[in-house]
Nanobody
Framework: QVQLVESGGGLVQAGGSLRLSCAAS????????MGWYRQAPGQQRELVAR???????DYLDSVKGRFTISRDNAKNIVYLQMNSLKPEDTAVYYC???????WGQGTQVTVSS
């Protein structure tokens, strides 16, 4: 079955960095577009970054220049490198196979001021 497992979240001070990882199984990873979403308390889930199977990327305006999505098709992993973190980046971050209902369990990112 399809499984997505995120890791790499944690507590970091403003200005710091974190790298999230999402390991996928049960799919032909290289053929799928992948995305990272986040959901803050009381807010709707929003798409932060996405990468097509061909490597085309797209970002939420508020993270452009700070976050980078990448993928390793040999390892079936998609990453989200987050730099210059801000308190408003605090949220649970989820990995998703785009255009499907497959989600990871989420990983908490907390940025202190």
């Amino acid at each position: 079955q399809v499984q997505l497992v995120e890791s790499g979240g944690g507590l970091v001070q403003a200005g710091g960095s974190l790298r999230l990882s999402c390991a996928a199984s049960g799919i032909i990873f290289r053929l799928n577009a992948m995305g990272w979403y986040r959901q803050a308390p009381g807010q709707q889930r929003e798409l932060v970054a996405r990468m097509s199977s061909g490597g085309i990327t797209d970002y939420l305006d508020s993270v452009k220049g700070r976050f980078t999505i990448s993928r390793d098709n040999a390892k079936n992993i998609v990453y989200l490198q987050m730099n210059s973190l801000k308190p408003e980046d605090t949220a649970v971050y989820y990995c998703n196979i785009l255009a499907t209902a497959y989600w990871g369990q989420g990983t908490q990112v907390t940025v202190s001021s």
